[in-house]
């Protein structure tokens, strides 16, 4: 199973941005790129939801509507790290967020938690009004 570490979250006002980032190790005879790696936050009371993903094979990005236009994902291969720059937070955006990693696959739903086997602890993602 893939470790995951995600760091970067915090308190912010809204209007400002937060850069997260997910760094994985052990990959198990699998290389960074076989794998999706994506983000997902949990509010309290709500389910958790898909925000952002990033296909290893081929590189194409997912995004909850919620935060197309506001938050980018991308990887540094060199580092084996997933970041989620997260642009113009609002309110709503407060949650934990957890990234997250599957062996990438044809007909894997990129911002479907229960597709994704590696999670890691989560952080923490507070922004003000």
């Known amino acids: 199973e893939v470790q995951l570490v995600e760091s970067g979250g915090g308190l912010v006002q809204a209007g400002r941005s937060l850069r997260l980032s997910c760094a994985a190790s052990?990959?198990?005879?699998?290389?960074?790129?076989?794998?999706?790696i994506g983000w997902f936050r949990q509010a309290p009371g709500k389910e958790r939801e898909g925000v952002s993903c990033i296909s290893g094979s081929d590189g194409m990005t997912y995004y909850t509507d919620s935060v197309k236009g506001r938050f980018t994902i991308f990887s540094d291969n060199a580092k084996n790290t997933v970041y989620l720059q997260m642009n113009s937070l609002k309110p709503e955006d407060t949650a934990v967020y957890y990234c997250?990693?599957?062996?990438?696959?044809w007909g894997l739903g990129y911002l479907q938690p229960g597709h994704f086997d590696s999670w890691g602890q989560g952080t923490q993602v507070t922004v003000s009004s």
């Open positions: 997250a990693a599957t062996i990438d696959r």
């Open positions: 052990g990959f198990s005879g699998f290389s960074f790129d076989d794998y999706a």
